[in-house]
């Protein structure tokens, strides 16, 4: 499979219509029907249905054409990065953040960098934490608001704790302990947890595991989300409770209700990079994250 078939793919879907696809693309139509049914023989999915003279997109194509825009996107703006790079334009901060983690330092952080770099490109990128390990892996970003603080053994990683999120218990709207005021963790002892997964958030199973430690009983996870929404999902389906952090209140949480902990719970937000980016903007950044976190 190369970059073109997900382009061919791409205008397809887009246009609904080989002909059109095929007008926008300067391509044949035969030859892009072709291009596109091996795409599908390759993968052995069916991307498109054809049914009737008319296409459609099938429910594995309209997920593999979220995945090839965004692949495209990623290769397009690799490709102008080292374009910029090679004529001397101006330098670029890559930074990742989860979305739903409404850290109030990030838009702090920004302006500061503005006023002291204007002449950086920044760049952001919506990512759950582990999109951002693999993406500070591949150089994809320079800095990322991972959150837990990552297991760096095996990773030439840096990171450094600039936040304590504050954590609530999620609970069904008709629990019993929604009814309090505030819960205390060992009151959950007998509970269900709804856990993150670690393959969207590493580190999570293993700090859910060790609070429930702390305070004297063993966690047992029934279920586990690939990122909040779908956690609070569960919750208000009664599949257990859940410990998030209380920027998660700003989410839609028809059936559930969060309840603070007594006593309060944090655990720390972190920033991660590489040990070997020498880049000088990104240096900048990092003193800057590390001089307002102090002050906020």
């Given at each position: 499979m190369e970059l073109r078939h997900l382009r061919y793919f791409v205008a397809v879907a887009e246009e609904l219509s080989f002909t059109?696809?095929?007008?926008?693309?300067?391509?044949?139509?035969?030859?892009?029907?072709?291009?596109?049914?091996?795409?599908e023989e390759e993968i052995n999915v069916c991307l498109l249905s054809r049914a009737?003279?008319?296409?459609?997109?099938?429910?594995?194509?309209?997920?593999?054409?979220?995945?090839?825009?965004k692949?495209?996107?990623?290769?397009?703006?690799?490709?102008?990065?080292?374009?910029q790079m090679h004529r001397g334009e101006?330098?670029?901060?890559?930074?990742?953040?989860?979305?739903n983690i409404h850290y109030s330092l990030l838009p702090a952080t920004l302006a500061a960098f503005r006023k002291l770099c204007p002449r950086v490109t920044l760049n952001l990128f919506d990512m759950n934490s582990a999109e951002q390990f693999q993406a500070l892996e591949g150089?994809?970003?320079?800095?990322?608001?991972?959150?837990?603080?990552?297991?760096?053994?095996?990773?030439?990683?840096?990171?450094?704790?600039?936040?304590h999120d504050i954590i609530l218990v999620a609970l069904p709207a008709n629990h019993l302990l929604a009814k309090k005021t505030s819960v205390k963790l060992a009151d959950l002892a007998a509970q269900f947890f709804i856990g993150m997964s670690a393959e969207t958030h590493p580190g999570a199973r293993e700090w859910l595991l060790?609070?429930?430690?702390?305070?004297?009983?063993?966690?047992?996870?029934l279920q586990e989300a690939d990122g909040e929404p779908t956690a609070i999902q569960f919750v208000a389906d009664g599949l257990g409770v859940a410990l998030m952090p209380e920027q998660i209140v700003g989410l839609p949480h028809e059936g559930v209700v969060f309840r603070p902990l007594s006593p309060a719970l944090q655990r720390d937000a972190t920033i991660a990079w590489r040990a070997d980016n020498a880049s000088v903007p990104l240096s900048d950044y990092i003193q800057i994250v590390k001089d307002l976190s102090h002050s906020m």
């Open positions: 059109k696809a095929a007008k926008k693309l300067r391509l044949a139509q035969p030859s892009l029907t072709r291009q596109v049914r091996n795409l009737n003279n008319r296409v459609a997109l099938t429910e594995e194509g309209h997920r593999f054409l979220f995945d090839s825009k692949l495209l996107a990623m290769c397009e703006e690799s490709i102008a990065s080292v374009q101006i330098s670029r901060l890559n930074i990742g953040y989860v979305s150089r994809k970003i320079d800095i990322g608001f991972v959150g837990l603080r990552p297991a760096l053994s095996g990773h030439d990683l840096l990171s450094e704790c600039v936040a060790e609070t429930c430690a702390g305070a004297g009983f063993t966690g047992r996870i």
